[in-house]
């Protein structure tokens, strides 16, 4: 492990874009392996991490989802990337019509943090209502629980690689790292085939951290063996 580097805080400190301003989207919109790798690749997206809202039944599990649906909650820099732009994104990736097949699991789901974001969530629906040709039927509340999935459902795609997490274990050495790291998020994204390894280098060449540890960062990126 690097020196210094024992907790999760440390770890955003160290290795994570620093931001002034951090907002939280929570949206469901089917399976959710898929678009934690999507939105994971996107510039301003901070953190990523998969888990189930929107229903009433305590303590879900993915074997006892209960009413929850399959939701992806993302940390991200509005000045780098707007709630409007992750909310389109949300809409052009999914058909938020396709009705309940397995209960609530895999519905379009929306659950907005604050009254900005209600706004926003208005007007693009109207914009997208208009490009379908249909109305929108995602099930949009207020925020209220989100609980977090599994450790195998997080940053599925990237599980798929053990030798490359075994290189990856002393950036990101327990499934909390895994979850809230930016370079994981990145990684799990690019293994879904979502973005190229030259613009995540020149991302990361640009992230507001320390010289040491951007080198850190893109050292491992050249060298890792997938
Ligand atoms: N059809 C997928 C759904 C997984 S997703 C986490 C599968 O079981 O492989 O709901």
């Known amino acids: 492990m690097f020196q210094g580097y024992q907790t999760v805080e440390d770890m955003i400190n160290k290795f994570n874009p620093k931001s002034e301003t951090v907002e939280t989207a929570t949206?469901?919109?089917?399976c959710f392996w898929g678009p934690e790798a999507m939105f994971g690749?996107?510039?301003?997206?901070?953190?990523t991490r998969v888990g189930f809202a929107g229903g009433t039944s305590l303590k879900p599990t993915y074997l006892?989802?209960?009413?929850?649906?399959?939701?992806?909650?993302?940390?991200?820099?509005?000045?780098v990337i707007s709630?409007?732009?992750?909310?389109?994104?949300?809409?052009?990736?999914?058909?938020?019509?396709r009705?309940?097949?397995k209960g609530r699991q895999y519905i379009s789901l929306l659950r907005y943090h604050g009254d900005r974001q209600k706004e926003a969530i208005d007007r693009?629906?109207?914009?997208?209502?208009?490009?379908l040709g249909e109305s929108i039927e995602t099930d949009i509340a207020v925020f209220n629980d989100f609980t977090l999935a599994e450790e195998k459902h997080q940053k599925y795609y990237l599980k798929r690689y053990p030798n490359t997490l075994k290189q990856l274990e002393?950036?990101?050495?327990?499934?909390?790292?895994l979850v809230?790291?930016?370079?994981?998020?990145?990684l799990n994204g690019f293994v879904k085939g979502f973005g190229k390894l030259s613009s995540l280098k020149n991302e990361i060449a640009s992230w507001n951290i320390e010289e040491e540890h951007r080198e850190t960062l893109l050292n491992k990126l050249g060298t890792i063996k997938w």
């Open 64 to 79: 006892h989802m209960g009413d929850h649906t399959e939701t992806v909650e993302i940390d991200f820099d509005p000045s």
């Open 180 to 186: 809230n790291s930016t370079f994981a998020a990145r």
């Open 124 to 131: 693009v629906k109207r914009e997208m209502e208009k490009k």
């Open 83 to 97: 709630y409007e732009e992750i909310l389109r994104k949300f809409w052009l990736n999914h058909y938020p019509n």
């Open 99 to 101: 009705g309940n097949y």
């Open 41 to 47: 690749s996107l510039h301003g997206v901070l953190r």
């Open 27 to 30: 949206f469901g919109m089917g």
């Open 170 to 177: 002393d950036l990101l050495p327990h499934t909390e790292h």
